[in-house]
């Protein structure tokens, strides 16, 4: 069954996401440390690269000090017309977008962002990266290292996420991205480079929170209503937590 041979490969990906265990620990540090000092780890993606962001805060198991960056011009709502998948592959290619985009973006230093592109070559990933270089920010690619280091550079600037960035975190998947052959048919199926920035954004959660309670910070994160021994509360504290910290955060970065 072709279904088994993506099983196989996504099996083989785990396998290899073992290599990244010493990047997602030194992203971990800095991430606490951007957690516990009361500011955030900020996040953005762009097309398919937006799914891992998402699913990372807000979400069961996540907890206050992720932030996400969205841009509804940069994700799709159809596959083609108004917000579809079309406009969106031509609008985060155009330089300068992000800039504008960004714009009403307030982050300061003491943040780490964190950018998501599987090719770490458009417009929009390679902008975000650069701004948040330039204001100061600890920058983490989670990009292939296959595109990384085999695929030219299509920024005016020179530069892929991977050049900008002070770590960069290998999603251990080839630039096809696509991984099940199909007879008859050319190119193959089944992309796993989602998969792959999703497994690497909850294991550095994971790995946050273990180091911010060795460190006597203990995180509240989103509870099912199934879990066993959550407060009732707890969700309610957590957004109440979200709030007190933008309001706090947005206020030291207004002045």
Known sequence: ????????????????????????RKAAEKCAEAIKGGNWVRMFGSGHSVLPIMDCFPRYGGFV?????MDPRLMWTTVSGFGGAEELLWLERQEGYAEVFLRHNRWNP???????????????PVEVALAAKRDGLYVIALTSGDNHANRPATHSSGKKIGDIADLIIDNCVSSEDAVVPIEGVTGKVSGTSTVSAIILLQALVAETAALL?????????????NADGVPKTRNEEVYVEFRERLHRTNFKAAN
């Not at 003491?110 to 929009?124: E, K, R």
């Open 1 to 24: 069954m072709s279904a088994n041979v993506y099983f196989q490969e996504v099996s083989r990906l785990l396998e290899r996401l073992q290599s990244q265990q010493d990047a997602l």
């Open 65 to 69: 000090g992720w932030y996400p960056i």
């Open 110 to 124: 003491q943040d780490v962002c964190i950018v998501v592109s599987h090719g770490g070559q458009n417009a929009a």
């Open 213 to 225: 309670s060795k460190q006597g910070y203990y995180v509240k994160p989103f509870a099912s209503p």
